[in-house]
């Protein structure tokens, strides 16, 4: 059965991608000058929305009506985020069963489901909902299209489709691109599910695992782009707030160090751009036992002659 769940991720994968951009072409609106329109705006602020909140960047959180919602066990939270981040299509309750009870045999694992779901049912509302959040069948489950939710990897999905569809196809980034990165990268508040995990499910592991490490990506090749924008139009400040969200997430990445303290020193903070080089020195050298390549020390002797001089005058 484990077999069956792989092979079916791979096949879905494999036709969602198609099924994706035709979904988004559908949904997007467009300027005069062929620009998305910013229509993702309007939905990532989930304080301003009643129904069901999910926030699965950073810290695994989910409100209902702006109220925490409880769950009776862990598989219960992990259940939801799968059906949440994979709603484009219905789920076969033995794919599931396979998902999340990969061990037991098959009789155990389908009364572990239906209790997971009534647990879940219970905790969102379901029960007496004539709208309900989930979809039940005999046969499938799927969380509801037409639900009243609220998903923070959806809003993060679909402003980097909208920016990969215009300007992520080679073009100056337009202001329109320029707002679906920012919303993006503020709606990354973290890791997917981070601080998360079911200790006794290989099969949910290599998903969340998988999911984590394709998000994160995406959210640093993010803030790369934003942070060359902003230096090359000049905006030193926000490209350095860029590059300290970068070395937040990977401290170890040399080439964000000498980003800030490229921008750092544009902007006059001299001072600060040498010490950023001593902190990349340190971090070097506890992560990887390294010290800072060539052209990071190039940089921060450029830097730090400008800054000699300067004082001399």
């Not at 991608?17 to 309007?42: Q, Y």
Request: proline share 4%; charged share 25%; hydrophobic share 40%.
């Amino acid at each position: 059965m484990a077999r069956l769940f792989v092979y079916t991720v791979y096949v879905v994968h494999r036709q969602r991608r198609k099924r994706d951009l035709l979904a988004l072409l559908n949904s997007l609106s467009f300027g005069s000058d062929g620009a998305p329109e910013p229509t993702w705006a309007a939905k990532k602020d989930k304080s301003q929305m009643a129904g069901l909140a999910i926030n699965l960047f950073g810290t695994f959180q989910v409100t209902l009506d702006h109220r925490p919602v409880h769950f009776a066990t862990e598989k219960c939270r992990a259940f939801l985020a799968y059906l949440a981040v994979e709603a484009e299509r219905p789920h076969r309750r033995e794919v599931l069963s396979d998902l999340f009870w990969p061990e037991q045999p098959e009789t155990a694992a389908r009364t572990n489901l239906r209790q997971t779901l009534h647990r879940l049912r219970s905790a969102v509302g379901d029960l007496s909902n004539s709208s309900p959040f989930l979809l039940v069948s005999n046969h499938d489950v799927q969380i509801n299209p037409a639900g009243k939710y609220w998903l923070d990897v959806a809003g993060f999905e679909t402003a980097l489709h909208a920016y990969q569809f215009h300007c992520g196809q080679g073009l100056p980034l337009c202001s329109n691109c320029q707002e679906a990165l920012k919303a993006a990268v503020a709606l990354y508040e973290g890791d997917f599910m981070a601080g998360f995990s079911l200790t006794d499910n290989s099969p949910f592991e290599l998903w969340r695992l998988a999911k984590r490490e394709h998000y994160h990506r995406q959210a640093m090749e993010t803030l790369e782009r934003l942070a060359q924008f902003y230096e090359e139009t000049a905006d030193f400040a926000r490209a350095v707030e860029c590059a300290r969200r970068l070395i937040i997430f990977e401290s170890w990445w040399e080439e964000y160090h000498r980003l800030l303290m490229r921008n750092l020193a544009h902007a006059g903070q001299r001072q600060a751009a040498l010490t950023q080089y001593e902190q990349c020195r340190q971090e070097l050298a506890k992560e990887l036992g390294v010290e800072p390549s060539a052209e990071t020390q190039e940089l921060y002797e450029a830097i730090r002659d400008l800054e000699s001089a300067a004082l001399e005058e």
